[in-house]
């Protein structure tokens, strides 16, 4: 951040009195700009022990598979974007379910939260920001082409769920591994 949105001068970042962390801040009209994560939501559409992937038109990743979802718009809840998201990328309709996982990606900033939602029928179809969408068993994943770790996370624990016919909510953080481009550890939470 280069300008204050309120007064149009240039802002500096220092910690602001009453604060513990650096903070972009107007030295002119004093408003502190605070910067928070993400929040990204999307669900698993399921249907008969399989799952709906999409492959990515877009950055990042473009031609990687994942599941629908993206960043919760003003104004609507979790549910209500994850619903969103998988009618924009997959033209699907899913009736939501619980949340599933939740996982924090410090590195990026975002927040993740991924619904469990059954497909109501199967009239789906690439949206504007899909290649393909398709129907996947387990042993039929694409896992060396998914696009995000925080997407191979979610389906493995999904299907050892579905194995077992136990699901419960899975919460943790994903970090990035120092010096790695693409190594991942995942802390879950007890």
């Known amino acids: 951040m280069k300008f204050c949105s309120q007064c149009g001068n240039s802002v500096e970042v220092r910690v602001p009195e009453g604060d513990s962390r650096e903070r972009h801040v107007c030295p002119d009209c004093g408003t502190v700009h605070y910067q928070n994560p993400n929040v990204v939501t999307g669900c698993i559409p399921e249907w008969q022990g399989s799952v709906l992937l999409c492959r990515r038109a877009i950055e990042p990743r473009l031609g990687y598979w994942t599941l629908p979802a993206g960043f919760l718009e003003n104004g609507e809840s979790t549910q209500q974007g994850a619903l969103r998201e998988t009618l924009e990328e997959a033209n699907a309709r899913v009736g939501i379910g619980p949340l599933y996982t939740l996982f924090s990606l410090p590195h990026i900033d975002q927040v993740y939260m991924m619904f469990r939602g059954p497909l109501?029928?199967?009239?789906?179809?690439?949206?504007?920001?899909?290649?393909?969408?398709?129907?996947?068993?387990?042993?039929?994943i694409p896992w060396n082409e998914l696009a995000f770790q925080v997407v191979a996370e979610t389906l493995k624990y999904y299907f050892e769920d579905l194995r077992s016919g136990d699901f419960r909510l899975r919460s943790g953080v994903i970090e990035r591994l120092p010096g790695a481009e693409r190594r991942y550890r995942t802390i879950l939470h007890p």
């Open 120 to 140: 109501l029928d199967l009239e789906f179809s690439p949206g504007e920001e899909s290649l393909e969408v398709q129907l996947f068993r387990e042993d039929e």
